[in-house]
């Protein structure tokens, strides 16, 4: 089976679980600790070698293991651990794979939360990193070097929409022993980096995972072994930190996973149909899924086709003042809200520069090509696109973004 006919929709499928009382969703745990007919267990289950028992819900608790799992299946990984939150899932790993004196070459554009940390949180503890243009496997070879641990990127970056070509990086990865970590969070469904060579698979569950932007969360998919480590009481990062997910907030993002498949053909959908009129319409449009998207070929070669090239796509209108007149425009007309965050059923749009990619200097935004006209936009899950089209063109006409 080639990579790109992995379908993570029929992994999800495939699992069933039964509630305690043979209900169709799984019962919910709502203890945050757990009793013991007798000692031993007690211990054993601290020593990791009571399969099936549970301590503490820092440790482990059913629902939180029912969703990782769900997850795993997805990713085709052995194992998964769900957090509180992305950042809870991002700084864990890297911490539990550098030690001080390490090193991390990571891509330039990223999440602003997790470029924060690389670059103003690690070096306190010694652990340096290189941003690097991801595109280009030999500047990410050339920054690799004896002290580097780890590889870093997401799948679809945030927030440019530069393609990471995974295979290429994995190989880099496996020849200098290194560690590739995939955030995936843009592309669920639609690519699977495991399959392609990542080692471990990141998600903020928040996003469109979940869907109803109602819940923070996130995840990390990798082996069983890395999965261990994570959650060793004496030297696992996640169990140490503790971003712990609650019970309530699991049961939830499981029941929204199911219809991940549906949502994501429609976000597809959506965002292909507006990126292919606003192109037309002589707009500076990034996306994916429009062949002068320089990683077009590249990430048509990664997806499975089935659930498209994604809900994101960015348009430059010039200046900030004119994309923040446009946003608040289009909030008023009912066409989505002015908010950060992706994966909702209504759009959501954002000027990235001074919200989500704030942490980046403005100097290295500029370098990188992240303009303060730049519109994040995640594409709704609207029924009738091309009303969407029309009324969307319309507020830009009547701020002369575009000519009627």
Same mark, same amino acid.
């Given at each position: 089976?080639?990579?790109?006919?992995?379908?993570?929709?029929?992994?999800?499928?495939?699992?069933?679980?039964?509630?305690?009382?043979?209900?169709?969703?799984?019962?919910?745990?709502?203890?945050?600790?757990?009793?013991? %007919?007798?000692?031993?267990?007690?211990?054993?289950?601290?020593?990791?070698?009571?399969?099936?028992?549970?301590?503490?819900? =820092?440790?482990?608790?059913?629902?939180?293991?029912?969703?990782?799992?769900?997850?795993?299946?997805?990713?085709?990984?052995?194992?998964?651990?769900?957090?509180?939150?992305?950042?809870?899932?991002?700084?864990?790993? $890297?911490?539990?794979?550098?030690?001080?004196?390490?090193?991390?070459?990571?891509?330039?554009?990223?999440?602003?939360?997790?470029?924060?940390?690389?670059?103003?949180?690690?070096?306190?503890?010694?652990?340096?990193?290189?941003?690097?243009?991801?595109?280009?496997?030999?500047?990410?070879?050339?920054?690799?070097?004896?002290?580097? /641990?780890?590889?870093?990127?997401?799948?679809?970056?945030?927030? %440019?929409?530069?393609?990471?070509?995974?295979?290429? $990086?994995?190989?880099?990865?496996?020849?200098?022993?290194?560690?590739?970590?995939?955030?995936?969070?843009?592309?669920?469904?639609?690519?699977?980096?495991?399959?392609?060579?990542?080692?471990?698979?990141?998600?903020?569950?928040?996003?469109?995972?979940?869907?109803?932007?109602?819940?923070?969360?996130?995840?990390?998919?990798?082996?069983?072994?890395?999965?261990?480590?994570?959650?060793?009481?004496?030297?696992?990062?996640?169990?140490?930190?503790?971003?712990?997910?609650?019970?309530?907030?699991?049961?939830?993002?499981?029941?929204?996973?199911?219809?991940?498949?549906? =949502?994501?053909?429609?976000?597809?959908?959506?965002?292909?149909?507006?990126?292919?009129?606003?192109?037309?319409?002589?707009?500076?449009?990034?996306?994916?899924?429009?062949?002068?998207?320089?990683?077009?070929?590249?990430?048509?070669?990664?997806?499975?086709?089935?659930?498209?090239?994604?809900?994101?796509?960015?348009?430059?209108?010039?200046?900030?003042?004119?994309?923040?007149?446009?946003?608040?425009?289009?909030?008023? =007309?009912?066409?989505?809200? $002015?908010?950060?965050?992706?994966?909702?059923?209504?759009?959501?749009?954002?000027?990235?520069?001074?919200?989500?990619?704030?942490?980046?200097?403005?100097?290295?935004?500029?370098?990188?090509? $992240?303009?303060?006209?730049?519109? =994040?936009?995640?594409?709704?899950?609207?029924?009738?696109?091309?009303?969407?089209?029309?009324?969307? /063109?319309?507020?830009?006409?009547? %701020?002369?973004? %575009?000519?009627?």
């Amino acid at each position: 089976m080639k990579p790109t006919d992995f379908n993570a929709a029929n992994q999800i499928q495939d699992l069933q679980y039964f509630g305690e009382f043979g209900g169709v969703n799984p019962s919910i745990s709502d203890s945050s600790t757990y009793t013991f %007919l007798s000692a031993k267990t007690m211990f054993d289950t601290f020593e990791g070698n009571a399969e099936g028992c549970y301590l503490y819900s =820092r440790h482990s608790s059913p629902m939180n293991l029912y969703l990782g799992k769900a997850l795993a299946a997805m990713e085709g990984t052995e194992s998964a651990n769900v957090a509180a939150s992305g950042m809870g899932a991002i700084t864990p790993v $890297l911490m539990q794979l550098c030690n001080a004196g390490d090193e991390i070459v990571s891509s330039r554009t990223i999440y602003g939360g997790t470029y924060a940390f690389m670059k103003n949180m690690l070096p306190r503890w010694n652990i340096k990193t290189h941003f690097v243009d991801i595109t280009k496997l030999d500047v990410v070879e050339a920054a690799i070097s004896q002290n580097t /641990k780890v590889l870093y990127c997401e799948t679809v970056s945030n927030p %440019l929409l530069e393609v990471a070509e995974i295979e290429g $990086l994995a190989k880099i990865a496996k020849k200098h022993n290194l560690k590739l970590v995939v955030d995936n969070t843009f592309s669920p469904l639609s690519v699977a980096p495991a399959q392609l060579g990542a080692d471990i698979v990141i998600h903020s569950l928040t996003k469109f995972i979940n869907g109803s932007s109602d819940t923070v969360g996130g995840v990390v998919c990798a082996s069983q072994e890395f999965i261990n480590a994570l959650k060793n009481v004496n030297s696992g990062a996640s169990m140490l930190f503790g971003p712990t997910m609650d019970s309530l907030r699991s049961a939830s993002i499981l029941k929204n996973l199911r219809t991940l498949h549906i =949502r994501m053909k429609q976000h597809s959908y959506n965002t292909q149909y507006l990126a292919d009129k606003f192109e037309k319409d002589g707009l500076k449009v990034v996306y994916p899924g429009l062949k002068s998207h320089p990683s077009y070929e590249l990430y048509a070669s990664m997806i499975n086709k089935e659930y498209g090239f994604g809900g994101m796509m960015t348009l430059d209108v010039g200046s900030l003042d004119k994309a923040n007149e446009l946003m608040e425009l289009m909030q008023n =007309r009912n066409l989505g809200y $002015l908010a950060v965050s992706l994966g909702f059923y209504k759009t959501l749009f954002s000027a990235p520069g001074t919200s989500t990619s704030s942490e980046i200097p403005i100097e290295e935004q500029k370098e990188m090509g $992240l303009s303060d006209g730049l519109i =994040r936009f995640s594409i709704g899950l609207d029924n009738d696109i091309e009303r969407t089209y029309q009324k969307m /063109k319309a507020c830009m006409i009547e %701020l002369g973004v %575009l000519n009627k």
